[in-house]
Every structure is written in structure tokens, then in C-alpha cells.
């Protein structure tokens, strides 16, 4: 069974940072890309950036692009976003996102507030 674990989510104030971490299992991570997505509130998953089964291959969305980092650790099964110069329009639940053969996954979020 695939499980997508995400944490480090919270209230940071504009211009703070958060390190947001999702934990994988039930599914060899190593095989398959990943993504972080955010829940646009009204709406549906706006995909935020993305990184290859390696880990050497990244693309970010034009609004986040120089301000987040994505990166995975295969040996620990985990997906990390750095989230730096965070904005009020940043507010969002965050998921990591994986598409598999037999359809899509994603956990059950992290909130992030940002606000001062």
C-alpha cells in the first residue's frame, strides 16, 4: 500500500522559511519521479515543482522558481522541500505527489500559513 507521510508545515511569517518532508512507503521510491503540489483553496492541486527518480533533474512552477528547492534522499525513502523568501500567497496545504502505473498518490498534507 502506497503511504505518503508529509510533515514540517506550520506559521511563518512573510519572508521566513520552512523545510517541509514527506516520508514514502509501500512502493520502490526509487523508481519514480516526485512532486510536491499545494491546494489551492476553491480549487484543485496546483503542482509546484517536481525531481526525477535520481534526484538530478528538477522543475519548479514560475511562482515558486528561485525561492524552493526540491530534493529526495533514495536511501530514506524521503522527498524534502526548502521553502526560503516564503509569501502570504504561499498559504496553502502541500503534498507530495507521485504518479504510479496503477494511478496517482498523494498524502495527507501539511498546512502552511504564512502571515504575519
Known amino acids: 500500500e502506497v503511504q505518503l507521510v508529509e510533515s514540517g508545515g506550520g506559521l511563518v511569517q512573510p519572508g521566513g522559511s520552512l523545510r517541509l518532508s514527506c516520508a514514502a512507503s509501500?512502493?520502490?521510491?526509487?523508481?519514480?519521479?516526485m512532486s510536491w503540489v499545494r491546494q489551492v483553496p476553491g480549487k484543485g492541486l496546483e503542482w509546484v515543482s517536481v525531481?526525477?527518480?535520481?534526484?538530478?533533474?528538477?522543475t519548479y512552477a514560475d511562482p515558486v522558481k528561485g525561492r524552493f528547492t526540491i530534493s529526495r534522499d533514495n536511501a530514506r525513502n524521503t522527498l524534502d522541500l526548502q521553502m526560503n523568501s516564503l509569501k502570504p500567497e504561499d498559504t496553502d496545504v502541500y503534498y507530495c505527489?507521485?504518479?504510479?502505473?496503477?494511478?496517482?498518490?498523494w498524502g495527507q498534507g501539511t498546512q502552511v500559513i504564512v502571515s504575519s
Open positions: 505527489y507521485v504518479v504510479r502505473w496503477d494511478g496517482d498518490y
Open positions: 525531481i526525477n527518480s535520481g534526484g538530478d533533474y528538477t
Open positions: 509501500g512502493f520502490t521510491f526509487s523508481n519514480y519521479a
